[in-house]
């Protein structure tokens, strides 16, 4: 009976953190397309020039496509962060090809 017990709570610990690991993926990969570093909390900053009446944005973070599989799906994003080197790879799952 303990076994029983013990081999449920153990399961139910491995599928909570493996839901927390998704959950948490995917909030850095929503902040990461903001432009927000998900590590150092960097943003995208603008500065406005008066002479020129023009606003410079100054983007964080940098994506670079890795792989793009095409019309079956997933394309790989690399996500780079200037201010603290930090280097994450998401799969953005694209729309498909309209034909
Ligand atoms: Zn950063």
């Keep these: ?31 990461l397309n903001e432009g927000i570093c998900p590590s150092c909390g960097a943003k995208a900053r603008t500065f406005y020039d008066k002479n020129t ?19 079956s799906g997933v394309t790989e994003v690399e996500y780079k962060c200037n201010v603290c080197g930090l280097k994450e790879v998401h799969q953005v799952s694209s729309a498909g090809c309209n034909l």
């Design 53 to 71: 009446n023009t606003t410079f944005k100054q983007e964080v973070i940098k994506s670079r496509i890795l792989k793009n599989h095409g019309c």
């Design 1 to 31: 009976m303990q076994t029983i017990l013990f081999l449920v709570l153990a399961f139910l610990i491995v599928i909570f953190s493996v839901l927390q690991y998704f959950k948490s993926k995917k909030t850095r990969e929503f902040k």
